[in-house]
């Protein structure tokens, strides 16, 4: 079985699914040559299980990048450039995200921004940067389909931006989470558009609702089922599945 792809980065890497993204993919039959884990900060337990991860797998790289400073962003490329040795980025993970519970009463502008920035800007800014690394592994892999091996940048969405489907999970209206989501779906489609030609694929994935931090000890799903079904549709995706929305188990998924 070949490697989903030989040189990965996975974005808030630190905690939750990133991590376990990292877990599975190094621990796997075939692991990646390198997979750059990011992080903002590396404070407390979840950042120390990363660092021993990185401590005990040598293609585990940690690099610091804060997805909304573009600076911290420049430099994490700069790094991860220097470590490939010439060769291409084949999968990029935006999986760095915050939530919010804001309701129509309690939401503030303030936090509307807050989660806009970190979970639309941030992930723009992350492929935009990472976009010459990605084209440079597209290259390399020539007339090959599109696929997370060739050049693929997968952003970690979820069901509750979906906005045909809002009136079936409005239980918790979280405003400023749920619209940047919606808006981070029509990201992932403008780069699919963008970027097919150039060798690159773009898809969004909802990971179902997941134990962690984010989605609370009340969700049915474990982050190791999750992340276990995740990497199993990443490396089905073709030329066929850019640009669509799909769930943790393959499913299609209404925009």
């Known amino acids: 079985m070949s490697p989903l792809a030989r040189n990965v980065l996975v ?4 905690r939750g699914i990133g991590l376990e993204l ?3 993919l190094v621990e796997g039959p075939d692991p990646p040559e390198h997979i750059f884990a990011t992080y903002r900060d590396l404070d407390g337990s979840r950042g120390k299980a990363l660092q021993e991860l990185a401590a005990k797998y040598p293609p585990v790289r940690l690099i610091q990048l804060d997805a909304v400073s573009l600076a911290s962003v420049r430099a994490a490329v700069k790094e991860v450039e220097s470590q490939l040795n010439g060769r291409g ?3 990029l993970i935006n999986n760095a995200a915050i939530n919010s519970y804001a309701t129509l009463q309690s939401v503030q502008p303030e936090e509307m921004i807050s989660v806009f920035t970190t979970n639309v800007v941030g992930p723009i800014q992350v492929a935009k940067e990472f976009l010459p690394l990605l084209k440079r592994a597209a290259e390399e892999a020539g007339k090959e389909e599109l696929s997370c091996s060739k050049a693929a940048i997968i952003n970690m969405s979820t069901k509750v931006g979906s906005i045909e489907l809002c009136f079936n999970v409005l239980e918790i209206p979280m405003y ?6 919606a808006a981070l779906n029509m990201v992932t489609r403008c780069l699919a558009a963008e970027l097919k030609d150039a060798g690159i694929l773009c898809t969004a994935i909802h990971p179902g609702w997941v134990k962690t931090d ?3 000890e009340k969700a049915p ?7 276990k079904g995740i990497l ?3 490396a089905g995706l073709s ?3 850019t640009g669509v929305f799909l769930d943790w188990e393959g499913k299609s998924l209404p925009w």
Do not use: D, F
């Not at 400023?176 to 989501?181: G, V």
């Open 22 to 24: 990292v877990r599975q």
């Open 221 to 227: 799903l474990t982050v190791e089922c999750s992340v």
């Open 11 to 14: 974005t808030g890497s630190n």
């Open 232 to 234: 199993s549709v990443l």
């Open 239 to 241: 030329q066929a599945t």
């Open 176 to 181: 400023p989470y749920r619209a940047s989501k």
């Open 89 to 91: 980025l084949n999968l």
């Open 214 to 216: 984010m989605g609370t």
